[in-house]
Nanobody, 124 residues
Framework: QVQLVESGGGLVQAGGSLRLSCVAS????????VGWFRQAPGKAREFVSA????????HYSDSVKGRFIISRDNAKNTVYLQMNSLKLEDTPVYYC?????????????????WGQGTQVTVTS
């Protein structure tokens, strides 16, 4: 497993942008698939995006496709989530997650390492 720390959350107006970062510590991060999930109060944690170990494969939920961009810099052990054209419904806590292997799944149970989360609040 790897240890993950998210940052970059904050307050932003609708239509604005934020970039989240997920920094990993631990060995072999460059071999891990990394995913972003989000969770609003009282709701299930939902998939946002994921990226393969090489960055060659990405996966987005329909709700963020075309607005969010996931990328990674393995030399810095960091995965980024660029969030553009933010909407009020993009508001919840965002979590970074990781798993070994080449698959890029959207299921929460497929990931075995999780960060503590970073809050994103979109205002009107």
């Amino acid at each position: 497993q790897v240890q993950l720390v998210e940052s970059g959350g904050g307050l932003v107006q609708a239509g604005g942008s934020l970039r989240l970062s997920c920094v990993a510590s631990g060995r072999a991060f460059s071999t891990y698939t990394v995913g972003w999930f989000r969770q609003a109060p009282g709701k299930a944690r939902e998939f946002v995006s994921a990226i393969s170990w090489s960055g060659g494969a990405t996966h987005y939920s329909d709700s963020v496709k075309g607005r969010f961009i996931i990328s990674r810099d393995n030399a810095k052990n960091t995965v980024y989530l660029q969030m553009n054209s933010l909407k009020l419904e993009d508001t919840p806590v965002y979590y970074c997650s990781a798993r070994g292997g080449t698959a890029v799944p959207s299921e929460r149970y497929a990931y075995d390492s999780w960060g503590q989360g970073t809050q994103v609040t979109v205002t009107s």
